[in-house]
């Protein structure tokens, strides 16, 4: 066997794998032996037709099964080679096989190209202090009590804070705003919806939410909202917009006291200076579970960063794919029409492409990174994954994993992302940690 390796574009290789006349001959004869034990000729007994009388009556499948054995042979010499290191193999054509003469197979393989790890020991990563206040735990508890607040009806002035059912309908220069903007009736005219007193929402009508305050029930007046030059709602950026005004109904809301017992029972706490620790230790774990976050994204921006190399084209443009068609989802479910796609389609493309390539140099960094640390995946590991999985989808985890059994890629990239997420919080692990004291501030 000889093994001969053409350049053949960015990350790819040729791979020309060559059987002499008497390999070609011997791979032949075992053919034949493997047919001669499972075939019924008249006049023998299985295996023991001779060789002429197999080759004659079974040419065909002979010349069949010579070219997938001789494939193979050639599939497995490519992958031990150690002059390249193959990321996939796209193509084996095997050509004219005969059992007597020389044969080629090429091979079309996707590689890893050689370039230089990050020194990613001496990565410096940003975190938090996860230091818990007191006033952290009050605030905690303050919005729990809000989720639970009630609204009762009063029969009273609106105070901010107050939530007020009411009706509105805008006029722009004598037009009906409703009739400018039918598609967005949050501007134009509302019969009976609920406004926040004096709570500026930055989305909606902040002049409505202000102008609620002071009015009881059947209370009517006229409001001026004025819309800033670069509001997002072009019809209206800039102009002024009168709106007639009617309250309906005015309620209270009315959070209750952390000391309830209905309340403390609700979050099963026993009394409030337990409900308190069970809020710490929760601020606590959520503010550690923020700085593995940050670390990971830190050590993802930094392998991005590093001198870029040639990635397999075939991983790039089968993630490019399925980034565009996963974008091109999204964009429906979010409102988008097909039409809009297709208009934006070769934008939509590049931006997945530089996506795609992103996510392979990632892959390809951290799986070299996890061969350096000998960084595996047990069966536990996938099976953990696996359930995370199914509960993220709301599946039974059983069925989820019986299903998933059944199909060896979706296992492979299961276990892929499973190595990697690994090798991540190895490298978040060994690099050297800076405490931020400015709240909410990453590096990235």
Not at 258 to 264: G, I, K, T
Not at 419 to 430: P, R
């Amino acid at each position: 066997m000889n093994v001969e390796i053409k350049e053949a574009g960015d990350a790819r290789k040729i791979v020309n794998v060559s059987f002499d006349s008497d390999e070609m001959s011997k791979m032949g004869k075992e053919v034949c032996r493997e047919l001669s034990k499972l075939a019924n000729i008249p006049g023998f007994r299985k295996g023991k037709a001779p060789e002429q009388v197999i080759r004659k009556k079974y040419a065909s499948e002979i010349i069949q099964e010579l070219s997938r054995k001789v494939s193979n042979a050639a599939y497995d010499a490519v992958l031990e080679n150690k002059d390249i290191k193959v990321f996939s193999i796209l193509k084996v054509e095997p050509g004219e096989i005969s059992t007597d003469a020389p044969a080629t197979i090429e091979v079309t393989v996707d590689i890893e190209s050689d370039f230089d790890l990050p020194k990613y020991e001496e990565y410096e990563l940003t975190t938090h202090p996860t230091e818990i206040k007191d006033e952290d735990v009050d605030k905690e508890i303050d919005s729990l009590r809000d989720q639970r607040a009630s609204f009762e009806e009063v029969e009273r002035k609106v105070a901010k804070g107050d939530y007020v059912k009411c009706s509105y309908e805008g006029m722009l220069d004598d037009s009906p705003v409703a009739d400018l903007l039918p598609d967005k009736p949050m501007y134009g005219k509302q019969s009976n919806t609920w406004e926040e007193a004096g709570q500026a929402k930055g989305l909606g009508i902040d002049a409505i939410a202000q102008a609620v305050i002071g009015m009881k029930k059947d209370d009517k007046k006229e409001v001026e909202a004025d819309f800033p030059e670069d509001f997002e709602v072009t019809p209206l950026a800039g102009k002024k917009v009168m709106y007639s005004l009617e309250v309906h109904e005015v309620r209270e809301k009315k959070a209750p006291d952390a000391s309830d017992e209905n309340f403390l029972k609700a979050l099963k706490a026993e009394n409030l200076d337990d409900l308190k620790k069970k809020v710490k230790d929760d601020l606590l774990s959520r503010k550690e579970r923020e700085n593995i976050d940050g670390k990971r994204s830190q050590v993802t921006q930094k392998i991005l960063e590093m001198p870029d190399f040639p990635l397999p084209q075939q991983a790039v443009e089968d993630e490019s794919k399925s980034i565009f068609q996963s974008n091109a989802q999204r964009a429906i479910q979010q409102g988008a029409k097909q039409e809009d796609i297709e208009a934006k389609r070769d934008e939509l493309w590049k931006e997945a492409q530089v996506q795609a390539q992103a996510r392979v140099k990632i892959t390809i960094t951290l799986g070299r990174i996890a061969e350096l640390e000998k960084v595996e995946v047990s069966n536990e590991d996938l099976a953990q994954a696996a359930t995370r999985e199914a509960m993220m989808m709301r599946t039974d985890p059983q069925t989820y994993v019986q299903e998933l059994a059944k199909d060896q890629a979706r296992i492979n990239r299961l276990r892929q992302d499973v190595l990697h997420d690994k090798t991540l919080e190895l490298v978040a692990s060994k690099a050297k940690e800076k405490v931020c004291d400015i709240e909410g501030e990453h590096s990235h």
